[in-house]
């Protein structure tokens, strides 16, 4: 059901991720119908989307880093984006095995392993380069 913002539910998530950006961007921000017309015009194929587990996903073009939580500076950096409020915790309570550092400075944790990741990226880029072969071939 399609509440008063259009494509938005009043409630869902979509709206969070909205009022979380408009205290962040302020007035710079469009009004949400706008910005839900703007993603439905958008081509949704430029987005490459990988699964971090757990349904969780994350935009494979906005990633920098991918590391492992092991070494004492990752976990200063954890800590840091946690007091800033910039950590996305998808673990969902077990280990946190891939640190994911994004483009915009937000911090992802993931209980998967970054080689895991980072193969999903790959086969993803692999995959997309074999059909736009079999286009040009056709």
Avoid: W
Wanted: some cysteine; hydrophobic content about 40%.
């Amino acid at each position: 059901m399609k509440g008063a913002l259009g494509a938005f539910s009043p409630c869902g998530f979509q709206t969070k991720v909205y009022f979380r950006l408009k205290c962040i961007l302020g007035d710079n921000l469009a009004p949400m119908p706008l910005l839900a017309a703007y993603f439905k015009a958008e081509n949704m194929s430029q987005y490459k989307l990988i699964s971090i587990g757990f349904g969780n996903i994350v935009m494979a073009n906005r990633i920098v880093a991918l590391v492992s939580n092991e070494s004492a500076p990752i976990k200063r950096i954890i800590q840091d984006a946690r007091e800033r409020g910039m950590l996305i915790d998808a673990t969902y309570g077990r280990r946190t095995r891939a640190v994911i550092i994004t483009d915009c400075g937000y911090i992802v944790l993931s209980s998967i392993h970054p080689e895991t990741v980072a193969n999903r990226i790959v086969s993803k880029d692999s995959a997309e380069s074999d059909i736009e072969k079999v286009e040009e071939d056709e």
